[in-house]
């Protein structure tokens, strides 16, 4: 693959600057906001319902111009931005979405120089933001159980970087099996089951350091909400959503736009305290049965501390 960056070496964003290149993605937007992602390439066409537009046209000339079609039809042609590549890489699994990713690099506090860990890499779009935050000054390690996956992550991360960036590493495996991390800043975790990897990532993570996962369903978010509570050696986990509207403006017709972006999976974020240190426990009266004979996931009495059960309306602090 060759090299497209044109930032120095140091840089590692993803970002170019110059005219385009043939091997560089694009974006095409048409006068209806439908988007089509076009790798450059010598000699091809890319084909409309409205005729086609040579690749020949756009290389070689500036970023962010409108081209037209053999039909006559104008599109917008840009170099996408990282949250336009994320939606529109190839995948294997399904990639976080920019307004989760950037609640995770935000949240999850992802700085410069950080070390961080993350499971599952899927098909590579948080990982690019990861990477980005993080610089090449940083860590990013990358575990993938399923081998096709990793390839996949590989080609979209190293194609938006232009090569293989420096402070990354994939991993194919089980993060509780191969982690051997130390003094881990943040483990960032996408997968199945997250509660499996708690003990893992506190043995890993750094005092102080951030525990952020990803998971779609209430099932999954009660289970690794109580998983760290019950481990006892994290603060109170942090768990919420978000949910973004477009609007609609035009004159005086200012509403909001018909349809959002809405639920598409829970963040949890916990920190963890020193080795051997209990975090204070939050007071709490939790709802009527909340904790009843039908509830089977873990208590943090299953760490050797003495948790009456709530059960119906006489329910206690816990």
Known sequence: MADLRDFPDQAFSGVHHGPLQAGEWITLQDSKGRRHSVKLEREKIFHTTKGGIAHDDLIDGPDAVVIKSKGGVEYLALRPLMADYSVSMPRGAAVIYPKDTAQIVTMADIFPGAKVVEAGAGSGALTTALLRAVGVHGQVVSFERREDFAEVARKNVTGFFGGEHPAWRLEVGDLVEKLNETDVDRIVLDMLAPWECVDA??????????????????????????????????????????????????????????????????????????????????????????????????????????????????????
């Open 201 to 318: 990532a506190a043995e890993a993570l750094s005092p102080g350091g951030v525990f952020c996962a990803y998971v779609a369903t209430t099932t999954q978010l009660s289970r690794v909400v109580e998983t760290l509570r019950a481990h006892g050696e994290f603060t109170e986990p942090r768990a919420w959503e978000s949910l973004v509207r477009d609007w609609h403006v035009e004159g005086l017709a200012v509403r909001p736009g018909h349809r959002m972006q809405g639920h598409t999976a829970f963040l949890v974020t916990a920190r963890r305290m020193a080795h051997g240190v209990q975090a204070p426990r939050k007071k709490r009266r939790p709802a009527p049965g909340a904790y009843g004979d039908d509830y089977t996931g873990p208590r943090r009495g299953d760490v050797g501390e003495d948790v009456p059960k709530a059960t119906g309306s006489s329910a206690t602090d816990t």
